[in-house]
């Protein structure tokens, strides 16, 4: 270690700067090789499926393509998508906030198994998680009988939908915080306690301050998997037109029946909203990495 840091010495007194070791740096050929392989992976497999979308989308014109988006059925499966994301994303926001704050701030028994079942979702296929809740609340489900006998349904109705959405959707909020708050420490929390803060202030004067990036960014992908999730809703779902399709189930089924030009025109606006949150996630990583150099320079 001391030849190295010899070295070192004897290259900054030589040239003023450091000059890296030539062993540790590719050929120029190698370079651009690896580049244009990830450029041509990124196109091929990224952009040209967009490009794809965009294009049959269109190619019936305007008019044909505003047609696929404001059929009955479409504008349906618009407004159910957005009913289970609307009400799934806000569950996931307080489920991943407490988990994390738990998790993160607290030492208890079971905080391992906590953190395993977080991610469950993460390991089990969404079909399976579909076919979990229709044995559990299906006609011939544990739950079954009495559901029917009280006149409530979930299978093949929107809670089925909502519940499969939130399911497969609950682990982004917490996995985003739990290693921001674990890096965080509980230094400013403890200090606020010693203070005289209670809990809720403590959280909200403390705790939310510095996380508040980690959220939305959480919020944002939890928002994007709601959207276009398709294994676990397409089970639970029956393939109702107008009543238990969403946006992906909606195309699925156009497609099926060789409606193209709509298919594509309604896939474009899921991909217009895959856009719209990768715009939103830059954003995000911009103003957190904007925020974490003005704390240090400040500190």
């Excluded at 030492?107 to 969404?126: A, E, H, N």
């Excluded at 719209?276 to 904007?290: D, I, M, N, P, Y």
Aim: one cysteine or more.
């Amino acid at each position: 270690m001391s030849g190295a840091v010899s070295s070192l010495g004897h290259s900054l007194a030589a040239g003023g700067r450091y000059e890296s070791n030539p062993a540790t740096r590719e050929a120029p050929w190698v370079r651009w090789t690896l580049l244009t392989l990830g450029l041509g992976f990124f196109a091929l497999f990224l952009i040209l499926p967009l490009v794809a979308v965009f294009t049959e989308a269109l190619r019936k014109g305007f008019d044909v393509y505003l047609a696929a988006l404001i059929e009955e059925d479409a504008v349906s499966a618009i407004k159910l998508t957005l009913i289970a994301t609307v009400i799934a994303v806000p569950l996931n926001l307080v489920f991943g906030v407490s988990a994390a704050w738990a998790i993160a701030k607290h030492d208890f028994r079971g905080k391992q198994l906590l953190i395993t079942l977080i991610d469950l979702p993460f390991s089990v296929s969404p079909v399976v998680a579909g076919l979990i809740y229709v044995l559990l609340f299906g006609a011939q489900g544990w739950f079954g009988p009495w559901l029917q006998a009280h006149d409530v349904k979930i299978i093949f109705a929107v809670p089925g939908i909502v519940l499969a959405t939130v399911f497969v959707t609950f682990p982004f909020v917490a996995r985003e915080l739990i290693p921001l708050m674990q890096a965080q420490g509980r230094d400013e929390e403890e200090a606020a306690t010693v203070l005289g803060a209670s809990g809720w202030q403590t959280f909200w004067h403390v705790t939310l301050p510095n996380i508040k990036w980690g959220l939305l960014y959480g919020v944002i992908l939890c928002n994007a998997r709601a959207m276009g999730e398709f294994g676990a809703v397409s089970v639970v779902s029956g393939h109702i037109r107008g009543q238990t399709n969403t946006l992906p189930l909606h195309v699925e089924i156009l497609y099926n029946e060789y409606q193209f030009a709509a298919a594509f025109a309604v896939a474009s606006l899921l991909a217009l909203l895959a856009l719209v949150t990768l715009g939103l996630k830059q954003f995000v990583e911009w103003r957190a990495a904007v925020a974490a150099r003005t704390a240090k320079e400040e500190a």
